[in-house]
């Protein structure tokens, strides 16, 4: 793995702000970063046996977008106002970079279109880093706003400015707010991308889609000849489940019943799939007034800890990308379409 240098902020074009936001702080320091060892030794230690002997594989994935992406700004940081913003995207997905290259793991990095065309350069260390580049669309806009016609025009300029910029091919979309819907898959079948993983297979949440037949019980189902859905992982709760592959949740509950709760997904031989934004790891982030209290909540809760908590995460289990969990098994070759396996 190509070892990550320091962070080289002309990648970007230089950052402005946002009228009305308030800078604090940084969360790390600029230049050479250090990388704290992990204070979970039994994490560490155990990392061997995982996704061995009966145990699930572990897939890590980082949605790389900006802090003012995030769908619970979308109600104070207006799209037209995304380019006077500050932006903060290359430094903390190259201190992810760091990170991972630091625990010696690879992972799928589901990169927005809007960043790839500001950060070229930013995409091309993801990749040559050793990392498996995917798309996650370009605009940012849930599925579930868009007709057909949009969502198809919305991927394949992303996706074809990944690929024509790589020279590789791009396996795997994720929707933004993971707001997939059922006739979005054909239309990323015909694009020429091989996986969604855009499912959260939980009891309920405001933006969040769904797909037919998938649930807690088909964390990796074959909806198609070639095609695949890897769901973000959820705690079984009937056919839905506990969020527990990320984002917010992962920043709210404790560490150690965190990591219980993946490795009880990986003791019932299911795959773990988990998903990180690079924002997350960034408390000096600008804050934005008119938010909802519920939305400065989970837009901010606990992002002081959460960088912390990612590196002790890294360390603790044998990561792989979502293409390379496929290909290694996930789900059974003899699977048909629609039939999920994992249970």
Not at 152 to 169: N, P, Q, T
Request: net charge neutral; charged share 20%; with cysteine.
């Amino acid at each position: 793995m190509k070892q990550v240098s320091a962070v080289d902020y002309s990648i970007c074009s230089p950052p402005r702000r946002i009228a009305g936001s308030e800078t604090f702080s940084e969360g790390h320091a600029s230049g050479h970063l250090a990388i704290a060892p992990s204070r979970d030794g039994a994490d560490a230690s155990a990392k061997q046996g995982v996704g061995q002997a009966g145990l699930g594989q572990t897939a890590l994935s980082i949605d790389v977008e900006d802090w003012f992406h995030a769908a619970n700004l979308a109600g104070v940081v207006p799209r037209e106002a995304w380019n006077d913003c500050e932006s903060r995207v290359e430094r903390n997905t190259m201190r992810i970079l760091q990170i991972l290259d630091a625990a010696n793991i690879r992972a799928t990095f589901f990169v927005l279109g809007w960043v790839a065309e500001r950060c070229p350069g930013l995409v091309r260390a993801i990749a040559e880093g050793g990392h498996e580049v995917a798309c996650h669309g370009h605009g940012h806009q849930l599925v579930t706003s868009l007709q057909p016609g949009e969502f198809r025009a919305d991927v394949s300029r992303a996706k074809k400015y990944l690929e024509d910029l790589l020279g590789m091919r791009v396996r795997g979309y994720r929707a933004p707010s993971f707001s997939i819907m059922d006739w979005a898959i054909p239309i990323l079948q015909q694009l020429g991308f091989e996986y969604d993983s855009s499912v959260v297979p939980t009891i309920a949440h405001d933006r969040y889609g769904r797909l037919t037949g998938v649930h807690t019980g088909t964390p990796v189902a074959l909806l198609g000849d070639g095609f695949h859905e890897v769901c973000i992982s959820c705690l079984p709760l009937g056919k839905r489940g506990i969020p527990w592959g990320g984002g917010g949740y992962f920043r709210l509950a404790p560490y150690a019943l965190w990591s219980q709760g993946i490795r009880a997904i990986l003791r019932s031989g299911r795959p773990y799939v988990f998903y990180i934004h690079p924002w997350e790891i960034d408390a000096g982030q600008p804050r934005i007034s008119g938010l909802k209290a519920t939305e400065r909540f989970r837009h901010r809760v606990n992002l002081g800890r959460c960088e912390e908590r990612f590196i002790a995460l890294a360390g603790a289990f044998p990561w792989t990308t979502i293409g390379d969990l496929i290909d290694q098994g996930y789900p059974n070759r003899d699977a048909t379409p629609r039939q999920a396996v994992g249970r």
